[in-house]
């Protein structure tokens, strides 16, 4: 099997973001390999140990997104292509759009798995926009995978309101991944060390058959939430306390 994995690199959802005349101060941001593409390099290397074949990762991003392309081949992944360059924050098209000619470079592929969103922008939109512009069918939000025994498609589990969706696909197909697919390991020390001795191809735009992509979305500001107001304390018996709160939620907050 030859299996493709998107990764995306994001700021730690650990971090503190600050936001300085309407952009993000990215000083002094840590940055980590997008938790959702776990979920989705796991599900392939799941496929590799059982059916054999190749893991290869996909990343576009600045240079500095070699530190999550290391860690996803310290997890297990074969080799990587990272295409150095940033088409523009939030744009899911435009993101796709280069993924697919990446994809189209690297020729055959049995399957293409990517997170279901990434946890910075939360579009959950380019695995689905990829699978359209490589026309292929996709399974997005998956939480169970599994190849039917003839490999020529798979069975597809995912979460509706109220109850489960199983859906079949031929191969090659995209699929997105959700938590729960199943649980990401942890780069051993051995993978680690073996992660920088690995085949990572480097690709500009110009590599890829494609200009300047200009993204369609423009982001113009952003800004943080306002500060919530402090709590009151509602002193008193508690029955009268309870009445002196369902007034206040009528008349002041105006919510019941």
């Not at 993978?191 to 890829?208: E, F, H, S, V, Y």
Request: charged content about 25%; hydrophobic content about 45%.
């Amino acid at each position: 099997m030859n299996l493709i994995v998107c990764i995306k690199e994001v700021p730690d959802t650990e971090s503190r973001i600050e936001v300085r005349d309407g952009r993000i101060v990215e000083e002094g941001l840590q940055y980590v390999l997008n938790p959702y593409d776990e979920y989705a390099l796991e599900e392939a290397l799941r496929w590799q140990e059982n059916l054999g074949g190749q893991v290869k990762l996909l990343c576009l991003g600045p240079e500095r997104a070699r530190e999550s392309i290391l860690k996803g081949l310290a997890m297990g992944a074969d080799e990587a292509y990272h295409v150095v360059a940033e088409t523009g924050q939030g744009d899911a098209y435009a993101t796709a759009r280069v993924l697919a000619a990446a994809i189209a470079r690297l020729g055959d592929y049995d399957a293409i798995f990517c997170g279901k969103q990434a946890v910075d922008d939360d579009n959950a939109a380019v695995g689905v926009m990829l699978a359209e512009l490589l026309d292929l069918p996709h399974v997005a939000v998956i939480t169970r995978l599994e190849i039917t025994p003839d490999g020529k498609s798979a069975r597809a589990e995912r979460e509706i309101e109220g109850g489960k969706e199983v859906v079949e696909t031929p191969l090659p197909a995209v699929f997105t991944a959700q938590k729960g697919l199943n649980e990401p390991r942890y780069p051993s020390f051995k993978g680690i060390r073996m992660a920088a001795r690995k085949p990572m191809t480097l690709w500009q735009l110009a590599d890829l058959g494609l200009g300047d992509v200009q993204p369609g979305v423009e982001l113009v500001t952003f800004m943080t939430p306002p500060a919530r107001a402090a709590g009151r304390v509602i002193p008193g018996e508690p029955a009268e306390a309870a009445k002196e709160v369902a007034r206040l939620l009528r008349a002041e907050a105006k919510v019941i």
